[in-house]
Nanobody, 125 residues
Framework: QVRLVESGGGLAQAGGSLRLSCTAS????????MGWFRQAPGKERGFVSG????????YYSEAVRGRFTISRDNANNTLYLQMNFLTPEDSAVYYC??????????????????WGQGTQVTVSS
């Protein structure tokens, strides 16, 4: 099992930027794909972005492609999500997640077995 702790959420204005971080401990971080999900009030948790274990493959939901960038620092067990050109529709609790299987990829909640506690992102218009 891996422990994940997110940080970097907060309040931003529309058009602004935020950078989320997720620090992992308890398992070999570099062997597992990582992902970001988000959940707005009254909605299901949805995929935002994922990155392969070695950082060479990144993938995004249609809603954020071109605005968000996922990256990872395996030496420091940290995952990032750079969010630019934010809109009020990006407001949600953002969760980082670690894939269940080593070296795998996925974009479903079921593909990820460890979750952080979430960090709130609020974008004002």
């Amino acid at each position: 099992q891996v422990r994940l702790v997110e940080s970097g959420g907060g309040l931003a204005q529309a058009g602004g930027s935020l950078r989320l971080s997720c620090t992992a401990s308890g398992r070999t971080f570099s062997r597992y794909a990582m992902g970001w999900f988000r959940q707005a009030p009254g909605k299901e948790r949805g995929f935002v972005s994922g990155i392969a274990w070695n950082g060479r493959t990144a993938y995004y939901s249609e809603a954020v492609r071109g605005r968000f960038t996922i990256s990872r620092d395996n030496a420091n067990n940290t995952l990032y999500l750079q969010m630019n050109f934010l809109t009020p529709e990006d407001s949600a609790v953002y969760y980082c997640a670690a894939a269940i299987h080593a070296y795998g990829l996925g974009n479903r909640v079921a593909d990820f077995g460890s979750w952080g506690q979430g960090t709130q992102v609020t974008v004002s218009s």
